[in-house]
Every structure is written in C-alpha cells, then in structure tokens.
C-alpha cells in the first residue's frame, strides 16, 4: 500500500470505532488516528494529527474529519509535516469507509478521488 | 403434494448444511468485494434457524414467521434483514396459499422493497429475479441456479457494500447471490415442494 | 423537547462517541443509541434499535445510520415500532450533529429537514 | 515606544486575566450557539501562554511563537488553531516590522486562511476586521471594540458550529468575537504598544 489513511475526531471513541469499521474492509491499508484533545477530551490535537501523520507507515495519507474545527488542526499539521496530506471535505464516516474499501483493492488516487466527490458536503 | 411444515424444515435444514459447508467460501466472496463476513453471518444465522426449527412449528405461516424473526435477530449484516424480510413476506402470503412460486414470489418482493435494488445491481435480487420466475414454471434445475449466480460476476455494485468499488466489484461472485443460490439448491434438492 | 434522536452504527463504539458529541451541543435531547449486533460484534441488530427506539423518552424520533445494511435494520424496526420514525440518507454524524443541535434550539421538524437536505447522500 | 517583548508580554497577561475573569460568560454565550467550552478552551490556552512568558522570551518573534505553539496545543477547540495561526502570523511578520498595526493585519489574513471565514459570517474575523483598521489609524477606542462585538449579534453565523444553527443562531454575540474584544481591549490598556 502506499497510500495511508488518517482519522481525525472531536472524541477519542468515534476513532477508535471508525478504524475498527475501516480495518474490516481494508485490513492491509494503514489506518492511523487523531480523536480528542491532549486530555482526551473533546476536541482536536495539532499534536495528534502530526503524530498520527508519521505513525502512518506511508507517506502520502487521505485524511478525514468530523467538524469543520478539526479542519484547521488538520490543515495546521498538514503545514509542519513533510509527508504529502490530502485533506477530503466529505462525509466523514461514509467517505472514509469509501477511501479505505478503495485503497484496500488498489485503486490510484484519482479514482478514489472521483468516487470520492458525490460524498462531499458542506462542512 | 406441496408445501408443507415437515419439507419446509427439511429444506431449511438441507439450506443449512449447505451454508455450513461453504461458509469459508461465502466469507471470501465477501472478502474480494466486501466485509468477509457473509458466510459467518449466514451460518449464526442458519444455525440458529436449524435449532429453532427442532421443535416443530404449527403451521407453516408459523415456521415461515420463526425463521424470519430468527435470521433477523442472529445475521447481523445486510443478508438478516434481506432474508428475514423474505421469509416474513412468506409467513403472510402462506396465510392465503401454499404454492411456492408465489410464496417466493412475494419474497422477492419483500427483498428488493427492504433494500431498494433492482436486478443488475449485483445483489441476490439477481438470482431472486431470475430462479423465482423458473420455480413458477416448474422449470427450475440446478444449471440455471448455477448460471444465475454466475451471471453476477460481470455486473458492477450499485447497492450493498460492493457498491463503494465502484467499478472495481466487477469481476466477483455477489455473495448473497451464491447464499440465494444454495437456498435454491436446496429447495431443488427437498422432494415433494417443487 | 418532543423531539428525539436515535443513532444507529456498525460499532459500538461509534454511537456511544457520537451520542458524547451530540450531547455537548444537546444536553435536553433524548438520544438513544443501537450500536454493533447482539453480541457486540460489528454489524447492526434490529432488536438493539426497537430498544434504543423504546428507551427513547420521545415518541417522534430523528433516525441516523452509518452504513446501508443499518438502514434496512432500522426499517425493520421502524415497522414494529407505533412510535414515529423519521430516517434520514445523510452523512451521518455531520447530520446527527446538525439534528441535534437544531432540536436543542427547538426548532421544528420541518425547518430541521430543509437543513438536512444538503447533507444527502448516497448511502 | 511600540510593541517590545516587556509590553507584549504584559498584553498577553492582561488577555488572560480578561479571559479568566470572563470565561463563564464566554461559554455561556458559547453554549447559546455552539458546544459551551469557549471559556473553559481560552482559559485553559490564555493560562498556559501565562505559565510559558514567565521566563522572558528573547525576542518579539520568539514570544509570539510561543505564544502560538502554546495555544494551538492547548486550547482544544476551533479557536486554538486560529488564535494559533494568528499569533503565527505575528511571528513571520515581526522578522520585518513591529509596528503592532500591521502585524495585527497579518494575524488577520492568517484567521481569514485558516477558517475560511469572511465578514458577516459572525466569526472573529468580524471583530478583527472591524478593529484592525483602527489600530492602524492610532484610533482605537473602548467603545470601538465594544460596537464591534455587538456587532456580532444581528449576523447568521455561516462558518463554526453556529453555522449549524442557520438562521437561529441570530440573537446572540459570537463567542470568538467577544474573546478577540479582551485581546483588543487588552491591547488598548497596555501602555506604550499603540
Ligand atoms: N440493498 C441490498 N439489496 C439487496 N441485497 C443486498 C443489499 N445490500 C446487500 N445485499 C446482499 O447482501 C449480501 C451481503 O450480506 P452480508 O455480508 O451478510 O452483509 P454486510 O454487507 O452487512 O456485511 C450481498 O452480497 C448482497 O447480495
Ligand atoms: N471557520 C472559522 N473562521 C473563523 N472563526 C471561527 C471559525 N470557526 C469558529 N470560529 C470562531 O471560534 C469560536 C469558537 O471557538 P471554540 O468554542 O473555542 O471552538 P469550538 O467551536 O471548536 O468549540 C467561534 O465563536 C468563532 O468566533
Ligand atoms: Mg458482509
Ligand atoms: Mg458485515
Ligand atoms: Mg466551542
Ligand atoms: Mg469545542
């Protein structure tokens, strides 16, 4: 696989959940995660992001959200590392559930992204 | 002779082993295109259908009733409520007739209303809309089920997880379509039904 | 409120981190939850949501699912229940958020529906 | 005198005791249109940038990166990655100016760039943008910030999690545009900066 994955929440468990979802369909791909504060509270964690970024065995990395505030730590983090992010304004579960099921069967990164696009939305 | 309680269970039973029996290969199939889970979820789910179905039901509408609430309570993946809704749909039809042309009939129905495909979309609606028409013309043999599950494997997803792949489901048997292929099979296979 | 929510998931995990979110911006909205299959494994159980519909304080009920298969569950149940169930094809914690956030405000069903409408998807 | 790091530094401890003497009434405002925390989020950043500026920076750059890092790490919520970048921004621009006017534009076209938010969104960008100008015009008043924040009221947020609340997050001051009023306010009390 060489592309990643990571999952940025407001709350630790939505992560942790989603990745367990994610790992039926796409066992092999690398999946890392960012949910909660520092304190594990709810919110999101720069320092997180960026430690899910190179825990992720991959360089390049798909990474999704919930909320649009977890877009600035992502776009902040996005900034500091000096792996490749794509950042994706879809629908969080349903669109990372897609990337995962599509970078499992070895689809390239423009077709994720085109199957990618109806599941954009307003975020 | 026709439908009744005791060929019923028979066939359950027969549909049962059956699903047992390829369990690892149904989970495969779910593997290239899905979760991997259909053969496991089929077998808690037949399995269980097999022990309640040890007590004899009352009637068919009973049995039709006990094994639709059984699957929906035990399958866990999309194929629970599919079938369960399948098998509800014949516990009310088999109020007004035995034939299991229309009692199959009305399942199908049933399918494709509880998860709004419609043939061509890689689900087991396919081999439902092809075998269900073959039962009613007593035409219904083991080379045509095999065929229809087959057919499954050039069509691309538009429903069910196979769908999020898009293009790249093609190529693979639709799980549920080879679990409908067995349940077919079976009830081939159950003397006096067809 | 005369209005609640049920959220329905693949995981456990997943509703119980979703109901945290929803609860910070929604603290009077009865949120009940259905998440994995009877015996906590991954998938969905129409027992668990006749539950989650039944524990609900509400006799009106918003109805959001992660995968398909949910949803088909969740009709299940939605006919062997009398309470009222709306389900929606949205993306389902951006739209559950929304829910919630507009039933928290009292807004009223049909203005909650015009918002959710962008959040469509195919699901 | 303009901005030196003694001033910047008394600035932010004025900030934070704004924040700490209003946190309550931040998250309640916040609890009106978006998740309650913003207080509690301000708090807990404005206290730890307290904590770090006890040891002196060296330089106006370094106390603003400080100052940025502490408050991206610690905040939690939506504002720290935009207080974040904002003081970001002041860091870059101070390796060339430290006129406090220009430096407070540049924060601003940071939060601009990192929300994604324009004027009439009922963000802090509001706020920012009402007061920057007159910093820049040495006319910066009390009753100016005042306005600016009230402002806020009246607006359909578009961006945030107000935003989710369409038109019912009319009625009620952004919380991010009154926590920005502390630090322009702040500003106006520190001698010697404007
Ligand atoms: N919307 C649908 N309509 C008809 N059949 C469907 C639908 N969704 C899924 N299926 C059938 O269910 C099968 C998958 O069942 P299973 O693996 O048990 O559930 P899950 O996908 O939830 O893991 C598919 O192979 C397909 O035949
Ligand atoms: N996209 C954005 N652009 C500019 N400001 C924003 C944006 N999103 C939120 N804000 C500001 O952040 C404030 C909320 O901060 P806070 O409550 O700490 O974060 P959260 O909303 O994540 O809980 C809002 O009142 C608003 O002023
Ligand atoms: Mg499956
Ligand atoms: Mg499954
Ligand atoms: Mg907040
Ligand atoms: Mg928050």
Avoid at chain 2, 139 to 154: G, P, Y
């Amino acid at each position: 696989m060489n592309l990643g994955i990571t999952l940025v929440s407001h709350v630790p468990e939505i992560t942790k959940g989603l990745n367990q979802l994610l790992k039926q369909v796409a066992k092999d791909v690398p999946i890392t995660i960012a949910g909660g504060t520092n304190d594990q509270d709810i919110g999101t964690s720069m320092d997180k992001i960026l430690q899910a970024f190179s825990d992720n065995q991959t360089s390049e990395i798909l990474a999704f959200y919930d909320l649009g505030s977890a877009k600035m730590n992502l776009e902040l983090a996005q900034e500091m590392t000096s792996k490749k992010i794509h950042v994706y304004d879809v629908s969080f579960i349903e669109g990372a559930y897609t990337a995962a099921a599509l970078v499992e069967a070895g689809v390239d990164l423009s077709e994720i992204e085109q199957q990618l696009e109806p599941l954009k939305i307003k975020k | 002779m026709g439908l009744t309680v005791n060929n019923l269970v028979e066939w359950m039973n027969n549909f049962a082993t059956k699903i047992e029996q390829n369990k690892q290969y149904l989970s495969d199939l779910d593997t290239a295109i899905g979760d991997g889970d259909h053969g496991f979820n089929m077998s808690r789910g037949m399995s269980a259908v097999s022990q309640k179905l040890s007590t004899m039901p009352d009637s068919i509408t009973d049995a039709f009733k006990q094994i639709a609430m059984t699957l929906i309570s035990t399958v866990g993946g999309a194929s629970g409520p599919l079938y369960g809704t399948a098998f509800l749909e014949m516990a009310k039809k088999s109020s007004s007739t035995s034939d299991i042309g229309e009692l199959l009939e009305a399942a199908l129905t049933g399918i494709k209303k509880r998860g709004g495909a419609v043939p061509g979309d890689k689900t087991m609606v396919d081999v439902w809309t092809e075998l269900v028409p073959e039962v009613k013309d007593h035409s219904l043999t083991a080379a045509k089920i095999d065929e229809a599950v087959a057919h499954t494997k050039e069509m691309v997803a538009k429903k069910g997880r196979a769908s999020y792949l898009g293009e790249r489901s093609k190529g693979h048997i639709d799980p549920g379509s080879q679990s409908s292929g067995y349940l077919f099979k079976a009830l081939l296979e159950t003397e006096g039904i067809l």
